[in-house]
């Protein structure tokens, strides 16, 4: 429920005035650090336990540099809204669209 409000939040900014985007933006805010602090402990406790031991650090790793990723990009997606308030949504769009290269 935390993602759905997340999203509906973030979707505002594109389609409220410019008068309330403050305020969407601070629910979107307060929905997002909820949500991290609900589940993120699981999630890393989740990732320090693989199936396959010998492979512990390798798995941590990747787990880890998915977050440090989204980290490093996410200030040049935000700073698109200073473009145009579609744009950071199309970039979204079509990296949700493309193929995976990632093997498992």
Known sequence: MLSVTWCAASLGAA???????????LV???ALAASVLLFERGRWRWSRRPRRRPRAGRY??????AFAAASV???AVVGL???AV?????LVA???GA???CSA
């Open 15 to 25: 389609l409220l005035p410019a008068s309330w985007r403050p305020a969407d933006l």
């Open 28 to 30: 979107a805010t307060v």
């Open 60 to 65: 941590l790793a990747m787990f880890q540099y």
């Open 73 to 75: 990009v996410a200030p």
């Open 81 to 83: 809204y200073a473009v």
């Open 86 to 90: 579609w744009l950071p949504w199309l």
């Open 94 to 96: 079509a990296g949700a």
């Open 99 to 101: 193929p995976s290269r």
